[in-house]
């Protein structure tokens, strides 16, 4: 930037910071500084600039970092009472870049920074209309899970108000079948089968690995009922040994809604596969046509 004030008419960026050496500018850092704080034309189209992050992400192995400016995953997401308070109130408190400028959404999250009023807006972003009181005990309940070092996600937040609320948890999808066949000279195979409401539906893919095939599998077989897409896959081990158990969070997406879900088992398949089908099922239940 200093450069550019100083008459550079050429600068040398790398997506992601991404480059021979360390120390790279990053291309969405230098472009979206340009545009919004000395009002340049880049001749970019910025909106891009998070799908060519994730892009680049996925072809190098290479995580971006979350809380990385424009690109990372905490740009744009807020937990903090006072900071979603404000963003409802005039984005501009806490965005001085709307997020869409780039390709991205905002996000709200519940943990244990969260105040009521960020609360209650995720609730009612999932189709939930709680009383005061309902409101009351799900935030109690909320920072008390933030308080131990749970990580909330919108699955977990929409069980305890279903729980607070009384309402029974509603399921649109279901498991009803996975096979998945690997090994040795042999190309990861797997078909599964799906229970929408009164209707089966089925879809068999192949992978780089088990995992990865029984995930595009049901990601066939989905496209099939929703348009939903697997926008982040993650995966750790909560335990030691062979027998470890291993926690796989997702986040997905459907128009212009982002949910996160979380599964913990043995096995990575089934884990992977669960945590898939609760963010689906918490997408189609806050959805207008749900």
């Not at 799908?51 to 979350?66: A, D, F, K, M, N």
């Not at 749970?150 to 996975?178: C, H, Q, S, W, Y």
């Amino acid at each position: 930037i200093a450069a550019v004030e100083a008459g550079a008419r050429q600068v040398h960026v790398t997506v992601n910071g991404l480059g021979e050496r360390a120390g790279n500018a990053a291309l969405e850092e230098v472009a979206v500084a340009l545009k919004i704080l000395y009002g340049y034309d880049v001749k970019l189209n910025l909106a891009k600039i998070y799908e060519v992050s994730q892009l680049v992400s996925r072809i190098t192995g290479v995580y971006v970092q979350p809380n990385k400016a424009i690109v990372g995953d905490n740009a744009f997401t807020h937990e903090s009472g006072i900071h979603t308070h404000g963003i409802l109130r005039n984005p501009l408190t806490y965005e001085p870049i709307p997020p869409e400028l780039v390709g991205r959404r905002r996000r709200l999250v519940a943990g244990k920074h969260a105040g009521r009023h960020g609360v209650e807006a995720i609730l009612k972003d999932m189709g939930l209309n709680p009383t005061t009181e309902q409101v009351e005990e799900i935030f109690r309940r909320v920072k008390a899970m933030g308080d131990k070092g749970r990580k909330i996600t919108d699955v977990d937040l929409r069980v305890i108000a279903e729980n607070v609320m009384g309402i029974p948890r509603a399921r649109f999808v279901a498991l009803e079948e996975l096979v998945v066949v690997t090994g040795d000279k042999i190309t990861p195979t797997a078909s599964v089968k799906l229970r929408f409401k009164d209707k089966i539906v089925q879809a068999a893919a192949v992978g780089v690995g088990p995992v990865d095939a029984a995930m595009n599998a049901a990601k066939a077989a989905l496209n099939l009922l929703e348009p939903i897409k697997l926008d982040k896959y993650d995966v750790k081990a909560i335990s030691g040994g062979t027998d470890a158990i291993v926690e796989v969070s997702v986040v997905l997406s459907k128009g212009d809604r982002t949910v996160t879900s979380h599964s913990a088992r043995e096995d990575i398949v089934l884990a992977s596969i669960e945590a898939l089908l609760e963010g689906v099922n918490l997408l189609l239940g806050g959805s207008n046509d749900g």
